[in-house]
């Protein structure tokens, strides 16, 4: 099956959605972080959007952003807006969010690093969702079995799984690195909200401990159901704007990517659903036995000199 780059632009060595500018993602890979700049790095679909409400909400003592198409102001997408323009939009106090493998993600001692893992069966499903719902990928009508292909094949945004889990992986008790997974947020999602509070600031953690109304705002906050009501709103409306004084004044890559759909033989985009169930264990409703075998197999040769599938074990 070939399917090499109907998706993708290689840049830099790093495979990127066509509908991204390529003058902002080169821009992205000369970011300089500040001290203790907060930067939230993922391989797509394993949690990086949830996280980034987390963040937020310790940062801003759960209070609400003013609306929905704030979120994407205050946790900009370095990769897709570029250095300059990430930098200047953000509204304070924010974090940054990366796809970018650890060779290339803007580096700094100084700054703080939170990387989600994901079980990768689960990581599949959730982007093969991603791709069918995202006009940009005109794959609303791809199949499952041709998704699959490209997943363990690395022929997608940000290449191959577990090359970009694994170094990640490696680094992870360095003292600017907070790692955890996905499921361990689903397991006990207060517990690791304390821990993410004290990677950011010691004294974030003890606000949290000192005021449990606000701790329990915040959790609130994170929920599945919340957040479904304002991101995939602000999504939508980003991808979705009538309003020309807006869409002016919206950063160079978000005006590439609406002006990229615009362009598009199948222009329809109605509500996007970016926050869809954040389940585990959903790779079971549509992985047939015989795709089954393959993964393992495919996670098999993948991790043969790493214990980084001990994650999932349990």
């Known amino acids: 099956m070939d399917t090499s780059n109907r998706y993708y632009v290689r840049i ?11 003058e902002c993602f080169r821009s992205a890979l000369q970011f300089k972080p500040k001290p ?14 949830w996280m980034q409400n987390l963040v937020l909400n310790i940062l ?34 924010g974090c940054y969010k990366s796809h970018l493998p650890l060779h290339k ?6 700054a703080k690093y939170i990387y989600v893992a994901r ?8 982007f093969y969702h991603h791709m069918k719902d995202l006009p ?8 499952f079995e041709e998704f699959f292909y490209l997943f363990t094949k690395g022929e997608l945004d940000f290449g191959d799984f577990f090359d970009h889990l694994i170094p990640w992986y490696n680094i992870r008790t360095s003292k600017n690195v907070f790692f955890t997974t996905f499921e361990e947020m689903k397991r006990d999602f207060k517990s690791l909200a304390i821990k993410v509070a004290g990677f950011i600031d010691e004294n974030e953690a003890k606000y949290l401990n000192d005021n449990p109304v606000i701790f329990e705002r915040i959790l609130h906050n994170c929920t599945f159901e919340e957040m479904k009501k304002f991101i995939n709103d602000g999504l939508s409306y980003l991808y979705n704007v009538k309003n020309k004084d807006f869409l002016a ?8 990517i609406i002006a990229y759909n615009e362009a598009l033989p199948k222009k329809k985009c109605g509500k996007l659903n970016f926050i869809r169930q954040g389940k585990t264990g959903s790779w079971q409703e549509l992985f047939t036995p015989a795709q089954n075998e393959i993964f393992n197999t495919y996670i098999t040769e993948k991790t043969k000199d790493s214990d980084v599938m001990m994650l999932w074990k349990n």
């Open 119 to 126: 079980n990768p069966k689960d990581c599949c499903v959730s």
């Open 136 to 143: 940009g990928y005109q794959f609303a009508d791809g199949a």
């Open 60 to 93: 801003r003592k759960g209070k609400l952003l003013d609306k929905p198409s704030d979120f994407y102001l205050a946790s900009p997408f370095l990769d897709q807006l570029g250095a300059e323009d990430s930098e200047k939009i953000m509204i304070r106090p």
């Open 249 to 256: 004044e919206l950063p160079k890559g978000r005006q590439h």
């Open 36 to 49: 203790n700049d907060i930067i939230i790095v993922t391989y797509p679909k394993c949690g990086t959007t």
């Open 12 to 22: 830099e060595g790093v495979n990127i959605p066509k509908f991204f500018s390529e």
């Open 105 to 110: 993600v803007p580096w700094s001692d100084d």
